[in-house]
């Protein structure tokens, strides 16, 4: 992998990542941008101890562009995009429209292929062994930043989910404090331990579900599984076999078998609901530990995390979205209507179909 850092016209950094070391990036940023103004702001929510970023600036970021005019896509003769470059293999770049900015964190956009009417599960797996060594260069690097308490790698695919640009990415969000979801699990984490004579909670869930029927596919060095207690219709929770609090802890064995195992998840889910069906939409979510002392967690160490991914979708059904009604959007608490076990068979069923 060849790393190039520039910066666009407006002061953002940009990083091309490519796969020929003899790949040469000196294209310039020609358009006539000012420099960047953010607004972001946390606030505290004393009740609920959780954190909000106010971010009034992104009310005018670009939204569905027609194909032709997509931001991700080369810059083309005068057709200049956020991406200098007339082709790409991977690009991160400095989100124009950041949730999160200077002392509030920082958010990235991670292009995956130049091919605007691609999606991931298109990329070969030397391209999505690209994507991997990306995010985990930018985790290693946002990591560093002295506001930065978490960094959490994700892709959002489909309209469905809320996805403003079409073209194939993802983004990472280096927060400034711990997220919620991760608080929670650390809590369950420092309980178990606590309780159990110092047992692993995290090595006690894997090893359930590797013993059970909710397995979707399992390789040498990962495994993946419908969780037991699965909070969406279709979810599917991936581990290293080996327990690694973060991507850069993965060794070249898991990171040499991922791009195949995650790629065949991917097009499982595109045939879940059969043919003729619209792209499935997604949520891919990478869950690594925070950096940093871990205050208020007694007796639990960073190392004691699991690095996973956890997969879902919001379809439920052919032609159906599943909606977070009262129960969830009120209370944070999920009804599914799919079976977990139902849905790891459905899973399994649609391999290489």
Same mark, same amino acid.
């Given at each position: =992998? ?58 005018? +970021? ?8 997509? %931001? ?33 964190? +920082? ?10 009417? #691609? ?8 391209q999505a062994r690209l994507v ?38 993802g983004q990472i969000y280096a ?9 929670? =699990?650390?809590?369950?984490?420092? #309980? ?18 590797? #013993? ?16 037991? #207690? ?9 581990? %290293?076999? !080996? ?6 802890a993965l060794d070249e064995a ?38 940093? !002392? ?36 009120? =209370? ?9 076990? !139902? ?11």
């Amino acid at each position: =992998m060849k790393k190039t850092s520039t910066r666009l016209a407006d002061g953002r950094e940009l990083i091309y990542y490519d796969l020929r070391d003899d790949t040469v990036r000196d294209a310039v940023d020609r358009r006539p941008l000012e420099r960047t103004v953010t607004r972001s702001e946390i606030r505290h929510d004393a009740l609920l101890g959780d954190s909000v970023a106010i971010a009034s600036h992104r009310q005018g +970021r670009t939204y569905h562009p027609p194909a032709d005019q997509c %931001p991700l896509c080369p810059s083309r003769g005068e057709r200049l995009s956020e991406i200098p470059g007339s082709s790409y293999d991977v690009v991160v770049f400095e989100n124009r429209f950041p949730s999160l900015a200077g002392d509030c964190g +920082r958010c990235e956009v991670v292009c995956f292929t130049p091919d605007h009417d #691609a999606s991931f599960a298109d990329l070969s797996e030397e391209q999505a062994r690209l994507v991997l060594d990306a995010w985990t260069d930018r985790t290693a690097e946002l990591s560093h930043l002295p506001s930065v308490k978490q960094v959490f790698c994700f892709e959002n695919r489909g309209a469905e989910i809320g996805v403003t640009l079409q073209h194939p990415h993802g983004q990472i969000y280096a927060y400034p404090f711990l997220t919620p979801r991760t608080a929670l =699990m650390l809590r369950s984490l420092a #309980a178990h331990k606590a309780t159990s004579g110092g047992e692993n909670l995290f090595d006690v869930v894997l090893e359930r579900e590797r #013993a059970g029927e909710r397995v979707v596919l399992a390789g040498e060095h990962w495994v993946a599984f419908v969780p037991y #207690a699965a909070h969406w219709p279709y979810e599917v929770h991936l581990y %290293p076999r !080996r327990r690694v609090p973060d991507l850069l802890a993965l060794d070249e064995a898991a990171r040499a078998e991922f791009p195949r195992i995650y790629l065949d998840l991917l097009r499982r889910f595109d045939r879940i609901f059969g043919e003729g069906e619209p792209p499935t939409p997604y949520i891919a979510a990478w869950h690594q530990a925070p950096f940093g !002392r871990l205050e208020g967690y007694e007796g639990v160490t960073r190392d004691e995390f699991a690095l996973h991914l956890e997969l879902f979708t919001i379809r439920r059904t052919s032609g159906k979205l599943k909606f977070l009604a009262g129960s969830e959007s009120g =209370m944070s608490v999920f009804i599914n209507d799919v079976p977990p076990e !139902r849905a790891a068979e459905r899973l399994r069923e649609v391999a290489g179909s």
